[in-house]
């Protein structure tokens, strides 16, 4: 039971990483000035470093190599919550989109500050190797808060075009950010394990940390969260995931024997 | 096993993207050890998303095996201790200051901000431009005295 608990949870780390960072990369180039592209593609580069370590980790249990953990899996095994699978806006990269840089940077900052709490938490993790790791990334996404943190505060008090976008922005990541704080169906059996705390605790802990940037911007967190259309820890997704898996494997599939 | 001749191989060994300074002045060599014939080495990656880990530990074998006293080498990355930056050492310091890269400040103030000294004039009336550089572990920063664009690693610290 320890096991399945462990891995489950291991997975819902290390796909949440991963999603989001290939959602951060598909700005590569389009972020809106050259200074955000930089710092921007560094985080990516962060994450995916990240979501290769709990990947790692699964492999050590012996769930399968890295690269096919990464990229083989289909979209029903996947367990990261549904907030992050979402497309950054209509179109894509390479023609004609609309991506959304208020619904990133809230979608970012509320991730960063959740992982943020989900690292202090796997500190004390009964499973050492992934309390190490949680030591190494909870230094690295310092920088990532500051950076979202950052452009949270100046967008929400910027013009009026721009309190606007951001007050919508912030009302879709409220609408999905049930998805990412829970742990799932075998939540119980994470917790009981000592693995990482309650889901409660960290939910709490997370709206302390976001109480005092609210207040600043006279915006309110809502008592209750809307429960998650799809349940992404159940393998439960959308079609933005799907597509979104099909575009970052392509390379990979052209010869899954290559060696990189 | 001659701890010695490994040093100076592994002192060989730079960082791919900063070539002044070696793997051992920038605090990555955790462990040398010998076990059963084969020599074990731990390093401690600076950021766990840093694409040049393939390219060191290539490198730190091929060092190796050129001084003719190991067969089976094993390179490792491991996360405990996690590297911060005071693992950098003095000289490793001066190294990155050679390379026109400001080294971290030696300790975060309370209030998290830094100060870092141009690499080039010394001065501290330096302002930060991204907290992000062209390296993970990069940030790029502005002399307003002699009005030099530099770099400086970032401080990491379990602190944060």
Partial sequence: ?260 | MNEEMILKALHKVKDPEIDSISIVDLGMVETIKEEENRLIIELLPTFMGCPALDIISENVKKQIISLHLYHHIDIQFIHTPPWTSNRITERGREQLKSFGIAPPPAQLSESGDWEVSCPYCGSQYTAIENLFGPTACRSILYCKSCKNPFEAMKPISTLM
């Fill in chain 1, 1 to 260: 039971m320890y096991r399945t608990a462990l891995v489950e949870l291991l997975y819902q780390l290390a796909d949440d990483d991963f999603i989001l960072a290939y959602r951060g990369s598909e700005w590569l180039g389009l972020a809106p000035h050259i200074e955000e592209d930089v710092a921007f593609s560094s985080i990516n580069q962060d994450m995916m470093g990240h979501a290769a370590m709990f990947y790692q980790l699964l492999e050590d249990l012996g769930e399968g190599d890295v690269d096919d953990l990464s990229h083989s899996r289909k979209t029903n095994e996947r367990k990261n919550g549904v907030l992050l699978e979402r497309v950054n806006g209509p179109g894509h990269y390479l023609g004609k989109h609309e991506f959304d840089w208020a619904y990133t940077v809230v979608r970012h900052y509320f991730y960063t500050q959740f992982k943020k709490v989900r690292m202090d938490s796997l500190k004390t993790s009964s499973y050492q190797p992934l309390a190490d790791v949680a030591v190494k990334v909870r230094m690295e996404i310092y920088y990532h808060l500051l950076h979202w943190k950052t452009w949270f505060l100046q967008l929400m008090q910027s013009n009026s075009d721009s309190r606007g976008r951001m007050e919508k922005a912030v009302q879709r990541v409220w609408d999905d950010v049930d998805s990412l704080l829970c742990y799932g169906p075998n939540g119980d059996d994470i917790v009981k394990a000592g693995l990482i705390e309650a889901e409660d605790k960290l939910l709490q802990r997370w709206k302390h940390f976001l109480t005092p940037v609210f207040e600043a911007v006279h915006l309110s967190i809502p008592e209750k969260l809307k429960p998650a259309a799809a349940s992404g820890r159940e393998g439960v997704h959308t079609k933005d995931l799907e597509e979104a898996l099909a575009v970052l494997s392509e390379v990979y599939y052209m010869d899954t024997t290559a060696s990189w």
